[in-house]
């Protein structure tokens, strides 16, 4: 998330708003954009008064962005100050922007008098049991929010305002923090989804009530249960550790090597700003020419972006060299042996040879799939089976996005037939799409959760 709260807001008052309106209504070119955006669904308008009223602190966010931003002559920038939303209800002007002036506004809720614990896991039966333990040390919530399944953010309440926690791929998002409530997942290009309760339909009181103490018991429980595979490589000697200033740093010319094989292909926004934060983290102010480069190398990448601004935002703690060299060992880049990688230790040859065999040693260690295809011809009958006896009616999304996974996972490209027979004329979208989405992002699942759903969908019909 971005950190925009100490940047200067640049100011102005109602009468001001009203001037940039009457100007826009004024302007041929602004009615000309206003067309171009029409299309685009405002989830603050159609959600945001709601939230307030139920006591959450609302932020407009971006279209296709997961940061807060603001809209004026016809471009969308980082906003500026959004914190100052966590301890005030906005203005009716500003609520009329957001809703009728912005356009393809989504409504992000700022962590301040609620807690949001986000499992960043690709692999179904890991997000199952983290959510079982979340709800066994901090309460059954019923508002869960997922973006690209099976991801899930869980939402809590607090009455003292709880620091952000981290250990990837746990995040616990707290004070400082914001997600996104209502808007398109940049990723799936689909809304944001509630599987249970709806959380306008949910009053902030009616949330579990935590403490810090639970949240951060919490997080190192379910940390410490997932498989090693799913857990960051830990790098060697001569990084540093997390938090250390000295341990952040890099040398400027292995940093620039290595970066030559971290390529920019229209990353998602969270790891193109993870990039940013590492070599700002590894190199301070002089990281910005390399981050400018990384930058400009996505067709995603928009000139009139303020990406210096961005760039100014970044108060790395935990991110550095360490990140960049990791990254760019799994792309292929093998440094050599007299490269030093932290000018505050250029003698410590041994510490870098250390560092060296350890992301190797990571970067050739492979993770063990949680799947794999069906391999007899008894599976895979087993799988039709169960397959014949889920009817696509009357499927919520994640059951059906969990379908979709299970054939992927059991059959591979070859499934794409049986998925299509099965889902037909989906509500939730372009069966054949969702499926090539799948497949293009390698995501790993299990098909033994397709005989999990059979039989408990039998069983309800039993009881039924």
């Not at 070119?29 to 009223?53: C, H, I, K, W, Y």
């Not at 997942?185 to 309760?197: E, K, S």
């Not at 292995?254 to 971290?262: G, L």
């Amino acid at each position: 998330m971005l950190d925009m709260e100490k940047a200067a807001h640049p100011g102005g008052d109602g009468a001001a708003f009203e001037e940039e309106l009457d100007a826009e209504n004024n302007s041929d070119t602004a009615t000309e954009r206003e067309v171009s955006q029409a299309l685009l669904r405002n989830f603050m308008r159609e959600v945001g008064p709601r939230l307030v009223d139920q006591g959450y602190r609302v932020v407009p966010l971006p279209p296709g962005k997961k940061f807060p931003g603001e809209y004026a002559a016809g471009i969308w920038r980082p906003m500026r100050g959004w914190m100052r939303f966590a301890d005030r209800e906005p203005t009716d002007l500003e609520f009329r922007y957001w809703c009728e002036r912005w356009p393809g506004t989504g409504a992000g809720i700022i962590c301040k008098n609620v807690f949001a614990l986000d499992l960043d896991l690709h692999d179904m039966e890991m997000v199952e049991t983290a959510k079982q333990r979340a709800f066994r040390m901090l309460g059954d919530t019923t508002a869960i929010r997922v973006g690209q399944a099976p991801k899930c953010l869980l939402v809590y309440g607090c009455d003292e305002p709880i620091r952000p926690i981290k250990r990837h791929p746990i995040e616990g998002l707290g004070v400082g923090n914001q997600f996104c409530a209502y808007h398109v997942h940049p990723g799936t290009g689909r809304p944001y989804a509630w599987i249970l309760d709806d959380l306008v339909e949910i009053h902030r009181d009616d949330l579990p009530r935590i403490t810090e103490e639970q949240a951060r018991a919490s997080i190192e429980a379910i940390f410490q249960e997932l498989p090693d595979e799913s857990r960051p490589s830990t790098l060697g000697d001569g990084i540093g550790g997390a938090g250390s200033a000295e341990g952040l740093r890099g040398d400027p010319e292995a940093v620039a090597k290595a970066m030559a094989f971290i390529k920019n292909n229209d990353l998602p926004y969270d790891q193109w700003i993870g990039i940013g934060y590492s070599l700002k983290g590894s190199l301070g102010d002089d990281g910005w020419p390399l981050f400018r480069d990384f930058s400009a190398q996505s067709a995603k990448h928009n000139t009139k972006c303020d990406t210096w601004v961005i760039w100014r935002s970044l108060k790395p703690h935990s991110k550095g060299a360490g990140s960049i060299y990791h990254l760019a060992m799994q792309a292929g880049w093998q440094p050599p042996s007299g490269l030093h990688f932290n000018e505050g230790k250029r003698a410590a040859a041994g510490a870098a040879a250390g560092l060296i065999r350890n992301l190797r040693r990571g970067a050739g260690r492979k993770a063990t799939p949680s799947c794999r295809t069906v391999r007899t011809r008894e599976e895979a009958e087993s799988v039709l089976r169960a397959l014949e006896t889920i009817s696509p009616a009357g499927r919520t999304y994640p059951e059906w996005n969990s379908v979709c996974r299970a054939i992927h996972a059991a059959f591979g490209e070859r499934g794409r037939a049986i998925w299509m027979e099965w889902a037909g004329a989906s509500s939730f979208g372009d069966p054949g799409r969702h499926f090539d989405l799948i497949s293009k992002g390698g995501a790993l699942s299990n098909w033994n959760q397709l005989l999990r759903l059979a039989r408990e969908l039998n069983e309800e019909n039993a009881h039924g």
